[in-house]
């Protein structure tokens, strides 16, 4: 795996944590931080010992406060449009990752970053932390995702009012909607994450990874289709060793260690 200039990539035991490093930019996004967090992505799936992944930012002021305006503010249709793909490209990614992410939002989670946010399978915030899609108070709309992972989070009318009004949202209140899972204090933010992720690590990573897909999958579907898909990816657990072998401890009040197989 390639060094990282945006990026912090660290393991411990079998969750792994990625930190936006751009601090004195309040972690914005731009063109490269994205080519290395697209690589970094696939380099997490392909790595069987990972069960669960942290995303956070470095500093206390930002998780990431957006795409990179600099960069973007020359751009013609045809450059937007490239990168509103490869921004989506980027995002949908990280969404189909096996491993679960969680989100771990230590401030500014606005456009950009608050999608990034939502590309994750739940969030997690500490009471400094805002969010918004401010995307319209700079003459654009939200480009990574926001129009659409938003209202299939916290329902069509709420995000209709955060991508119109472009206002930001505390903590609280992203709880309120949805949108985000739980609230804690600055200090307690990575502890929690942490906490949550290496339970997760305990359990059947095959049935942790098609719960996953299951629920990712079957959203877009009717409920009759979605059941099939669900009947199919539970039947197909009976093969695992993991299946055997953890119902036969359960059985016999004893304890095993699942092993991804």
Same mark, same amino acid.
């Given at each position: 795996?390639?060094?990282?200039?945006? #990026?912090?990539?660290? !393991?411990?035991?079998?969750?792994?944590?990625?930190?936006?490093?751009?601090?004195?930019? #309040?972690?914005?996004? =731009? /063109?490269?931080?994205?080519?290395?967090? *697209?690589?970094?992505?696939?380099?997490?799936?392909?790595?069987?010992?990972?069960?669960?992944?942290?995303?956070?930012?470095? &500093?206390?002021?930002? *998780? !990431?406060?957006?795409?990179?305006?600099?960069?973007?503010?020359?751009?013609?249709?045809?450059?937007?449009?490239?990168? /509103?793909?490869? @921004? =989506?490209?980027? *995002?949908?990614?990280?969404?189909?990752?096996?491993? %679960?992410?969680?989100?771990?939002?230590?401030? *500014?989670?606005?456009?950009?970053?608050?999608?990034?946010?939502?590309?994750?399978?739940?969030?997690? $915030?500490?009471?400094?932390?805002?969010?918004?899609?401010?995307?319209?108070? #700079?003459?654009?709309? $939200? &480009?990574?995702?926001? +129009?659409?992972?938003?209202?299939?989070? !916290?329902?069509?009318?709420?995000?209709?009012?955060?991508?119109?009004?472009?206002?930001?949202?505390?903590?609280?209140?992203?709880?309120?909607?949805?949108?985000?899972?739980?609230? !804690?204090? %600055?200090?307690?933010?990575?502890?929690? $994450?942490?906490?949550?992720?290496?339970?997760?690590?305990?359990? +059947? %990573?095959?049935?942790?990874?098609? /719960?996953?897909?299951?629920?990712?999958? &079957?959203? @877009?579907?009717?409920?009759?289709?979605?059941? +099939?898909?669900?009947?199919?990816?539970?039947?197909?657990?009976?093969?695992?060793?993991?299946?055997? $072998?953890?119902? +036969?401890?359960?059985?016999?009040?004893?304890?095993?260690?699942?092993?991804?197989?």
């Amino acid at each position: 795996m390639n060094k990282f200039d945006h #990026l912090i990539y660290t !393991v411990e035991g079998h969750v792994s944590i990625i930190t936006i490093n751009r601090p004195k930019s #309040l972690n914005a996004l =731009n /063109s490269q931080l994205l080519k290395e967090l *697209f690589d970094l992505i696939d380099h997490i799936g392909s790595d069987l010992s990972i069960r669960a992944v942290i995303l956070t930012g470095a &500093g206390e002021k930002a *998780f !990431v406060a957006g795409a990179d305006i600099t960069e973007m503010r020359h751009k013609n249709v045809m450059e937007g449009r490239e990168l /509103s793909h490869f @921004g =989506n490209k980027v *995002f949908s990614k990280l969404e189909n990752l096996p491993q %679960p992410v969680i989100a771990a939002v230590n401030g *500014f989670a606005l456009g950009g970053g608050c999608e990034l946010a939502m590309a994750c399978d739940f969030r997690i $915030a500490s009471t400094r932390a805002k969010f918004g899609q401010p995307e319209v108070k #700079l003459g654009i709309m $939200a &480009g990574f995702g926001g +129009s659409q992972r938003l209202p299939r989070i !916290v329902g069509p009318g709420i995000a209709k009012e955060l991508l119109f009004t472009g206002e930001l949202i505390t903590a609280e209140r992203a709880r309120e909607i949805g949108l985000i899972n739980h609230v !804690v204090e %600055p200090t307690e933010l990575l502890t929690k $994450a942490k906490e949550i992720a290496n339970n997760i690590a305990l359990n +059947s %990573p095959l049935g942790v990874q098609f /719960s996953k897909k299951v629920v990712n999958d &079957g959203i @877009g579907l009717d409920l009759e289709r979605a059941l +099939s898909l669900e009947a199919e990816m539970f039947g197909m657990l009976f093969e695992s060793e993991d299946q055997k $072998a953890g119902m +036969s401890a359960f059985l016999e009040k004893r304890t095993y260690t699942f092993q991804g197989k």
